[in-house]
């Protein structure tokens, strides 16, 4: 079993940042694709970035692309989201979640999840 808690939301004017954490407990990390999702009220969960085993390989949605960056620190045993640039649509509760899977993993192949944290962008 691996314990996910996600960390460092909060509220932020449309151009900032905010750096969300996840840490890990109860297994290390280092053997599963590592993942972060998003729900907007109202709509359906959607995958935002994940990062593969050895952290060489990312995918990111194309509404994040070059402005989120997914990176982990297995000594840590924690995967982060970079966020910049946020724009009021990416108000959603975030996700961090595991897969045995690999990086193309999505939200239908992961096998653990965290309770989330709210991350909300004002215009």
């Known amino acids: 079993q691996v314990q996910l808690v996600e960390s460092g939301g909060g509220l932020v004017q449309a151009g900032g940042s905010l750096r969300l954490s996840c840490a890990a407990s109860?297994?290390?990390?280092?053997?599963?694709?590592m993942g972060w999702f998003r729900q907007a009220p109202g709509k359906e969960r959607e995958f935002v970035a994940t990062?593969?085993?050895?952290?060489?390989?990312?995918y990111y949605a194309d509404s994040v692309k070059g402005r989120f960056t997914i990176s982990r620190d297995s000594a840590k045993n924690t995967v982060n989201l970079q966020m910049n640039s946020l724009k009021p649509e990416d108000t959603a509760v975030y996700y961090c979640?595991?897969?045995?899977?690999?990086?193309?993993?999505?939200?239908?192949?992961?096998?653990?999840w965290g309770q989330g944290t709210q991350v909300t962008v004002s215009s």
């Open positions: 109860g297994r290390t990390i280092s053997i599963y694709t």
């Open positions: 990062i593969s085993r050895s952290g060489s390989i990312t």
């Open positions: 979640a595991a897969s045995s899977s690999g990086p193309g993993s999505r939200a239908g192949d992961m096998d653990y």
